[in-house]
């Protein structure tokens, strides 16, 4: 009789969600997929692996020699999942052996979740812009002058005679803008179920400056009520 030894834990490197290895939640793009992945560490003497792939009831998931494992489109939530290896001469990694990885799912917000609508002002007019989302709890809101998220706008804010305020439910006040002037302005959201938007995914708020001249008549007597 002959026994043989499994594949130990430290016979496969950790697994990494969509190819980093993660802390904290997993910000995603909508419709992007999750794949999971792991690999022979260095130390491994394992020859032609075979992985298998278990969810977090125990339950076989995939049971081939691959070492990937696209779980597709998954919505926001908590998942685990663990991996085991065996090999030429070697059986598969116990359960106390296995790679385990627990990952929190979060899909990113879109522009279309957010409604923040233009302003049409006069120049000795304050623009005021008020973003609402439905379905994301507890919202924050975060504004930008660019939709690459490269120029956050802070509350106290100055650009020259231009004064930025942002109040606690993520209204955007604008201090003197000048007449003639368009600008557009980008809002972002996170919450308790929903991260921030990605870069080039924020909502845009436009913002139109007119200047109404004063009135002039070519009466030399005039009459007011």
């Known amino acids: 009789m002959s026994i043989t030894e499994s594949a130990l834990q430290t016979d496969l490197e950790p697994i990494q969600v969509n190819g980093a290895n993660i802390s904290g939640p997993l910000c995603l793009a909508q419709n992007e997929s999750v794949v999971l992945t792991t690999a022979l560490s260095d130390s491994s003497t394992i020859t032609n692996p075979v992985y298998y792939w278990y969810d977090e009831t125990g339950d076989s998931v995939v049971s081939a020699d691959s070492s990937v494992l696209n779980l597709g489109v998954l919505t926001n939530g908590t998942y685990t999942y663990s991996v085991g290896v065996s090999g030429d001469g070697v059986c598969e990694s116990t359960k106390a052996n296995r790679r385990e990885i627990t990952f929190e799912i979060q899909v990113a917000a879109t522009a279309s979740d957010i409604t923040a609508q233009d302003q049409a002002i006069c120049y000795t007019d304050d623009a005021v812009i008020t973003p609402t989302v439905s379905g994301i709890v507890n919202p924050q809101f975060n504004w930008y002058l660019a939709n690459d998220t490269s120029q956050p706008i802070l509350d106290g804010d100055t650009a020259g005679q231009v004064t930025y305020h942002i109040s ?44 109404v001249a004063s009135p002039t008549a070519t009466e030399t007597t005039q009459m007011f009520c």
């Open 168 to 211: 606690a439910n993520g209204t955007l006040t604008v201090e003197g803008l000048s007449a003639g002037v368009t600008t557009s302005y980008y809002v972002s959201v996170q919450g308790d179920n929903f991260c921030e938007n990605l870069p080039g995914t924020l909502a845009k708020a436009t913002v139109v400056v007119s200047d």
